[in-house]
């Protein structure tokens, strides 16, 4: 499966982005990861095919992540964001079920990452 991001760009405190990721074919969880300069990378949000919704504490209110499965494509709006959300923002996809979404080992598949600027 090949993914491909985009939507990264520089953006003050408060403000809001879209990152978007097209998959070449459709999978069972869509999700989206982060890696901040010199920190580990770390969840963000995940999707099921039928759009069971996943969030880690630090974004939970203020992303929305969602996808069109006959796009093969996932979303994530980000608003209200920090300067603590700024990193290289990666999508990953993944064909099984799993009890839960949040560790990098649940999906098979990454794109290039796409980076996120958020200025104070």
């Known amino acids: 499966v090949q993914l491909q991001a985009s939507g990264g760009g520089l953006v003050q405190a408060g403000g809001s982005l879209r990152l978007s990721c097209a998959a070449s074919?459709?999978?069972?969880?869509m999700g989206w990861f982060r890696q901040a300069p010199g920190k580990a990378r770390e969840f963000v949000a995940a999707?099921?095919?039928?759009?069971?919704?996943y969030y880690s504490d630090s974004v939970k209110g203020r992303f929305t992540i969602s996808r069109d499965n006959a796009k093969n494509t996932v979303n994530l709006h980000m608003n209200s964001l920090k300067p603590e959300d700024t990193a290289t923002y990666y999508c990953?996809?993944?064909?099984?079920?799993?009890?839960?979404?949040?560790?990098?080992?649940?999906?098979?598949?990454w794109g290039q990452g796409t980076l996120v600027t958020v200025s104070s």
């Open positions: 074919r459709g999978t069972y969880v």
């Open positions: 990953a996809v993944g064909s099984k079920y799993r009890d839960t979404y949040d560790y990098a080992e649940s999906y098979d598949y």
């Open positions: 999707i099921t095919r039928n759009t069971r919704t």
